[in-house]
């Protein structure tokens, strides 16, 4: 049974930080794509952040140079470290197993407020 666990979300203020971790279970994580995706309300799910099993990564425009994702093969955990958090990063982000995202978790509110 696949289960993506996220943790570290929370509310913060503009400027601030944060870091989401995503705990794997039940797949070869250092395999696996794994992804970040955020769906703010009323907006569709997109992409913010992916690493491949070699590490390499792809990052979505609005977050370049102030997310980083990372991986950790031997606690099976990905990583997204916020940074300069901005209002309209307030979003449900979820975590993503696979190159199609074929596990999901089940999501971490991110709220950006003063």
């Known amino acids: 049974q696949v289960q993506l666990v996220e943790s570290g979300g929370g509310l913060v203020q503009p400027g601030g930080s944060l870091r989401l971790s995503c705990a794997a279970s039940?797949?070869?994580?250092?395999?696996?794509?794994m992804g970040w995706h955020r769906q703010a309300p009323g907006k569709q799910r997109e992409l913010v952040a992916r690493?491949?099993?070699?590490?390499?990564?792809y990052y979505v425009d609005s977050v370049k140079g102030r997310f980083t994702i990372s991986r950790d093969n031997a606690k099976n955990t990905v990583y997204l470290q916020m940074n300069s958090l901005k209002p309209e990063d307030t979003s449900v982000y979820y975590c993503?197993?696979?190159?199609?995202?074929?596990?999901w978790g089940q999501g971490t509110q991110v709220t950006v407020s003063s």
């Open positions: 690493i491949a099993p070699g590490g390499s990564t």
């Open positions: 993503s197993a696979g190159a199609t995202y074929a596990y």
């Open positions: 039940g797949i070869n994580f250092r395999g696996y794509v």
